[in-house]
């Protein structure tokens, strides 16, 4: 089977197509998938590109979504046939978040889904929505749980609340797709005015250039009569936080997710203590949440919005276009 690695110590001209044996039968409790599509999130890139150190061989890429091809003794989850997609933190389960690394997480401490098939134990998926197309299934795992995890567990959303999103990105877009699709307003950034557009044929309600309004904090009060909003996904952290914070509502919730704009700086503390809002970090989320995400995306019609699909050959080629930043949506690879 055709199998992507990355040579040790990383770079995307590092990453090289291989044959390797196909996996053997599955054991008691495991599935056989065959994979069909990944996805591409930040994450990954980190890995590829050597700011996230990975062992050298690794096979990256932590999305993965594909058929059952064989179902091991005890299985009863899933039928030879089903589609499925893997699970980011493939041993947090249920309850609350018990993860605070990535040594668990495919395609970083252990291998991932860029290769042909894979043997895993029947716990590290989950059933796909139906109608998906493998593509569209494998953007769930890490963005897709990312934005629900934020607005509707961390955050209890409801219709009538008011969302911001920054940017363009998987998670942003899924949030502004999750939060209308819920009875929510939506509050939208990107530097980009053709992306804007774009977020506004997705439903914004209003939309911020954050280039030409470099303090939007003031701009998104100012749409919403003074109040503020309601949710923050925060994705670029220390960079844009304060601005965020200046954003929420008297009791509101941010969801701190990305660090795009760096891993440390101020926190205007005083200001989130007179806002007496929720600043809460996150990572993705368990199997049980995915499980009711998927639910949740059958009963609402959400699907994801992909930019461009490349082959798995082309891998480093799809890294490049993420580099770029150009896309809106997500890239995926179809094997």
């Known amino acids: 089977m055709k199998v992507v690695t990355l040579r040790s110590p990383g770079g995307l001209d590092q990453l090289q197509v291989v044959e390797r044996d196909a996996p053997g039968e599955p054991g008691p409790g495991e599935i056989r998938v065959r994979v069909k599509a990944s996805s591409l999130n930040f994450h990954d890139y980190g890995v590829v590109s050597g700011m996230i150190p990975a062992d050298d061989g690794r096979i990256p890429m932590s999305d993965g979504a594909g058929v059952v091809e064989v179902v091991g003794d005890g299985v009863e989850e899933f039928s030879v046939g089903d589609a499925v997609v893997s699970t980011f933190f493939p041993h947090w389960l249920d309850g609350s978040a018990r993860v605070a690394d990535f040594k668990t997480t495919p395609g970083d401490g252990i291998d991932g889904y860029a290769r042909e098939q894979v043997t895993r134990p029947a716990t590290w998926f989950t059933h796909a929505p139906r109608g998906y197309s493998h593509e569209e299934a494998a953007t769930l795992t890490t963005a897709g749980l990312t934005a629900w995890r934020a607005l509707v567990v961390d955050g209890n959303l409801k219709a009538g609340d008011?969302?911001?999103?920054?940017?363009?990105?998987?998670?942003?877009?899924?949030?502004?797709?999750?939060?209308?699709?819920?009875?929510?307003?939506?509050?939208?950034?990107?530097?980009?005015?053709?992306?804007?557009?774009?977020?506004?044929?997705?439903?914004?309600?209003?939309?911020?250039?954050?280039k030409s309004e470099p303090e939007w904090g003031k701009k998104v009060k100012a749409l919403t009569d003074g109040r503020g909003v309601d949710h923050v996904i925060e994705v670029g952290g220390p960079g844009t936080l304060p601005q965020s914070i200046?954003?929420?509502?008297?009791?509101?919730?941010?969801?701190?997710?990305?660090?795009?704009?760096?891993?440390g700086g101020e926190v205007p503390t005083i200001k989130l203590m007179a806002k007496q809002a929720r600043l809460q970090g996150l990572i993705v989320g368990s199997?049980?949440?995915?499980?009711?995400?998927?639910?949740?995306?059958?009963?609402?019609?959400?699907?994801?919005?992909?930019?461009?699909?490349?082959?798995?050959?082309?891998?480093?080629?799809?890294?490049?276009?993420?580099?770029?930043?150009?896309?809106?949506?997500?890239?995926?690879?179809?094997?």
């Open 246 to 263: 200046d954003a929420v509502c008297i009791g509101g919730h941010i969801a701190l997710i990305g660090i795009l704009t760096g891993r």
């Open 287 to 335: 199997r049980t949440q995915q499980q009711e995400m998927v639910r949740g995306i059958e009963a609402i019609g959400v699907r994801p919005i992909i930019d461009s699909t490349f082959a798995l050959g082309e891998i480093a080629d799809a890294f490049r276009h993420e580099e770029a930043g150009r896309h809106f949506g997500k890239i995926c690879l179809s094997l």
């Open 162 to 210: 008011t969302v911001l999103t920054l940017g363009t990105g998987g998670v942003s877009i899924f949030a502004l797709q999750f939060a209308k699709a819920m009875g929510a307003r939506v509050i939208s950034t990107s530097s980009s005015d053709e992306k804007i557009e774009k977020l506004k044929e997705l439903g914004a309600d209003h939309t911020i250039n954050y």
